[in-house]
C-alpha cells in the first residue's frame, strides 16, 4: 500500500496498479483487514479516477470510507471524501463534490479537537493543506467569495483563536460580516491572502463588503519574494536600484485593491505562507513618483480576521512601561550589542519615573519579568537577543541574564501568562517568528503575546540592527505616547528613519519590524487618551 501511494503521488500509474493488485491480492489471506484494505481501496480509488474511470473510482472511495469506519481509520476517510469531491468537480456535480469537501472537513476538525498538545495542533493541517486549498479554489471558483474567505479564514490561527477565547472547546467560526463590520468601523481595509499551486487568491473587506481576485500561482509569487529578500539582505534599495520584484509584486499582491486601499485610514493585512517573509511595506509603487508602499498607508499585520475585535469600552490607561533588556552575557553565542543601553535611555527618558520600569543587566532574567507583575503596563518592551525555532516555534526564546541555572524567556511561557499591554515590543533578530506554518501562520513570539492578552506586538521578521533599532524605538515611542495608535506610530518612526537621508534609509533596517494587532480600529480609548496628552 505504501509503494503504491509514492508512486501515485508520483503519477506512476502502471507501477502504482501493479502494486495495488499485490497488495489487494495479499489481503485477501489477512484475518480482520479491514484497516489495511481501507488504505488499498483508497488508492485503488486515486488511480481509478487518473485513469478516468470514474463510477470505479466512486465505488473505491465509497468502499474506503464503508471499511474506514469499520475500522476507524479517520485518515483513510478524510482522503475518501476529498478523493470524491475532487471526482465529482471534475464530471462537474458541484452540489455533490460541495457535500463532500465538507464532510472531508469536518473529519478533520475533529480529529484536530482531539489532539492533546499544541505543538501537535499548530503542525497538523501542514499535511493537510492540499484539502483546504482544493475547497477554498473550487468555492472561489464558483464564485462564492464569502463562502471562500469564510473558509479560508476559519482554518488560518485556529489555534491561537480557540486560546484568545479563554482555551473554548468549540472551534473557532470567522463570519465575513464580522469582518465587513470592523473594517466599517476603523474605515479600514482587511486583506487575505491564500497561496495555492494552481491560482492564488486575495479577499479583500470593506465598509461595502467582500471582493475576490485571482492572483498567480504560488511558485511565481514565492520566487519574487525570495528575489526581493535577497535584495534587501545585501542592503540595496530597490527603489532606487529599480528592482523588477519588489514593483512585481506591488502590481500581483496590491495592484488589485489600490483604490480600494487609497482611501483606507489603515491596512489590516492576514499573509500566507512564504509571504510571512515578505514586509509589504518594502514594495514599490512604481510611475512617475515611484515610492515605497509605506508611504501611501498604515500597515498591520493580523494571523487571521477571526481573531480581530474592536477594543471594548473601558477607562482611559495612560501609558506605562516595563523595560528588560540589555542582560548579562549568558552564552557566548549571544554576545553583548553595544547599541542597546543607548536605546533603552531612550525610550525610558520619555517616560516619568512614576510610569517607568527598568530592568538591565543582572536584573534583566525571566522570572524577574513575572514577577513584575506584568499586567500592570500598558507597554512592555524587550531589548535583547532572541532565537527563532523553526521545528518547535514556542521553544523559541528571548535570551536574558543567567539566574539560577536559566537564561531563557520561551514563547511557551508567554503564552500562558494573563496579561493586558496595548503595546508589547520584542526589538530582537526573528522575534516574530522563523516558520509559517500551514494554517496557523508565523509562530513565534508575536504569536505568543498575541494569545498571552497584548493588543499589538511589535516584531522582527527578519535580523534586527543593532544600531538601527535604537533610532527607530525612541520615534516610535514618542509617537505612541502622543497619540496612542501603535501601528500608526511605527509607520511614523520608520517614515523618519527612510527620510533621514543615512545608511538607514535602506529597507533592511526600518522594514525589519512589523507589527501585529488584535484590535486595528482607532476607538474613543484612543481619542479620549490623546486629548489626556495635550
Known amino acids: 500500500n505504501n509503494i503504491t501511494r509514492a508512486h501515485i503521488d508520483q503519477s506512476n500509474w502502471e507501477a502504482a496498479e501493479d502494486f495495488n493488485r499485490q497488495a489487494t491480492q495479499?489481503?485477501?489471506?489477512?484475518?480482520?483487514?479491514?484497516?489495511?484494505?481501507a488504505y488499498s481501496r483508497l488508492n485503488s480509488g486515486f488511480i481509478a479516477t487518473a485513469r478516468k474511470r470514474v463510477n470505479e473510482a466512486e465505488q473505491d472511495f465509497r468502499g474506503a470510507i464503508r471499511l474506514a469506519g469499520e475500522a476507524y481509520q479517520p485518515n483513510v476517510s478524510w482522503q475518501a471524501h476529498s478523493g470524491l469531491a475532487r471526482l465529482y468537480r471534475s464530471q462537474s456535480q458541484a452540489d455533490a463534490a460541495a457535500k463532500e469537501y465538507t464532510a472531508a472537513v469536518e473529519i478533520l476538525d475533529r480529529e484536530w479537537q482531539a489532539l492533546r498538545q499544541d505543538q501537535s495542533k499548530i503542525t497538523f493541517r501542514g499535511y493537510l493543506?492540499?484539502?483546504?486549498?482544493?475547497?477554498?479554489?473550487?468555492?472561489?471558483?464558483?464564485?462564492?467569495?464569502?463562502?471562500?474567505?469564510e473558509v479560508a479564514e476559519t482554518s488560518h490561527a485556529r489555534l491561537?483563536?480557540?486560546?484568545?477565547?479563554?482555551?473554548?472547546?468549540?472551534?473557532p467560526h470567522f463570519r465575513a460580516a464580522d469582518a465587513v463590520r470592523l473594517a466599517r468601523e476603523g474605515q479600514a481595509v482587511l486583506l487575505s491572502y491564500w497561496l495555492a499551486p494552481e491560482t492564488s487568491y486575495l479577499w479583500a473587506v470593506s465598509s461595502n463588503g467582500v471582493s475576490q481576485f485571482a492572483l498567480p500561482d504560488?511558485?511565481?509569487?514565492?520566487?519574487?519574494?525570495?528575489?526581493?529578500?535577497?535584495?534587501?539582505?545585501?542592503?540595496?534599495?530597490?527603489?532606487?536600484?529599480?528592482?523588477?520584484?519588489?514593483?512585481?509584486?506591488?502590481?500581483?499582491?496590491?495592484?488589485?485593491?489600490?483604490?480600494?486601499?487609497?482611501?483606507?485610514?489603515?491596512?489590516?493585512?492576514?499573509?500566507?505562507?512564504?509571504?510571512?517573509?515578505?514586509?509589504?511595506e518594502t514594495l514599490v509603487v512604481d510611475g512617475p513618483n515611484a515610492h515605497y508602499w509605506i508611504e501611501d498607508t498604515t500597515v498591520a499585520l493580523v494571523p487571521s480576521l477571526s481573531i480581530l475585535r474592536s477594543p471594548p469600552p473601558r477607562a482611559v490607561r495612560l501609558p506605562r512601561v516595563l523595560i528588560i533588556g540589555d542582560p548579562l552575557p549568558a552564552d557566548p553565542e549571544f554576545p553583548p550589542l553595544a547599541h542597546l543601553k543607548a536605546e533603552i535611555r531612550d525610550i525610558a527618558a520619555d517616560f516619568p519615573d512614576a510610569d517607568r520600569s527598568v530592568y538591565t543587566g543582572a536584573e534583566a532574567y525571566a522570572e524577574h519579568f513575572r514577577q513584575t507583575e506584568p499586567r500592570a503596563f500598558t507597554a512592555i518592551h524587550f531589548a535583547a537577543h532572541a532565537t527563532a525555532n523553526e521545528e518547535s516555534p514556542l521553544n523559541s526564546a528571548i535570551i536574558l541574564s543567567p539566574h539560577g541555572n536559566k537564561y531563557k524567556l520561551y514563547a511557551s511561557e508567554v503564552a500562558d501568562l494573563h496579561l493586558d499591554p496595548e503595546l508589547v515590543t520584542l526589538s530582537a533578530c526573528r522575534s516574530a517568528g522563523a516558520k509559517a506554518y500551514s494554517g496557523e501562520g508565523l509562530v513565534g513570539f508575536a504569536w505568543a503575546f498575541?494569545?498571552?492578552?497584548?493588543?499589538?506586538?511589535?516584531?522582527?521578521?527578519?535580523?534586527?540592527?543593532?544600531?538601527?533599532?535604537?533610532?527607530?524605538?525612541?520615534?516610535?515611542?514618542?509617537?505612541?505616547?502622543?497619540?496612542?495608535?501603535?501601528?500608526?506610530?511605527?509607520?511614523?518612526?520608520?517614515?523618519?528613519?527612510?527620510?533621514?537621508?543615512?545608511?538607514?534609509?535602506?529597507?533592511?533596517?526600518?522594514?525589519?519590524?512589523?507589527?501585529?494587532?488584535?484590535?486595528?480600529?482607532?476607538?474613543?480609548?484612543?481619542?479620549?487618551?490623546?486629548?489626556?496628552?495635550?
Do not use: C
Not at 491561537?160 to 472551534?171: D, F, H, N, P, R
Not at 499582491?253 to 487609497?262: A, C, F, K, N, T
Open 129 to 149: 493543506a492540499t484539502v483546504y486549498q482544493d475547497y477554498v479554489g473550487f468555492l472561489s471558483q464558483r464564485n462564492q467569495t464569502v463562502k471562500a474567505l
Open 450 to 534: 498575541l494569545q498571552a492578552g497584548a493588543h499589538n506586538v511589535v516584531a522582527g521578521i527578519w535580523n534586527v540592527d543593532d544600531a538601527a533599532a535604537p533610532l527607530l524605538m525612541k520615534a516610535f515611542y514618542k509617537e505612541w505616547r502622543e497619540h496612542g495608535n501603535p501601528a500608526a506610530a511605527l509607520r511614523s518612526s520608520k517614515l523618519k528613519l527612510m527620510r533621514s537621508g543615512g545608511p538607514f534609509r535602506k529597507p533592511y533596517y526600518w522594514g525589519a519590524f512589523e507589527i501585529f494587532t488584535r484590535q486595528p480600529t482607532r476607538s474613543a480609548m484612543d481619542l479620549a487618551w490623546r486629548n489626556s496628552n495635550k
Open 218 to 280: 504560488e511558485s511565481r509569487i514565492i520566487g519574487l519574494i525570495e528575489q526581493h529578500r535577497r535584495t534587501i539582505e545585501r542592503l540595496q534599495d530597490p527603489l532606487a536600484d529599480g528592482s523588477a520584484a519588489a514593483r512585481e509584486l506591488y502590481k500581483i499582491l496590491l495592484g488589485p485593491v489600490e483604490s480600494l486601499v487609497r482611501s483606507a485610514s489603515q491596512v489590516i493585512l492576514v499573509p500566507d505562507g512564504r509571504l510571512h517573509e515578505l514586509n509589504f
Open 160 to 171: 491561537l483563536a480557540q486560546k484568545i477565547e479563554s482555551g473554548s472547546t468549540t472551534l
Open 26 to 37: 495479499a489481503i485477501k489471506d489477512m484475518p480482520e483487514a479491514a484497516g489495511v484494505e
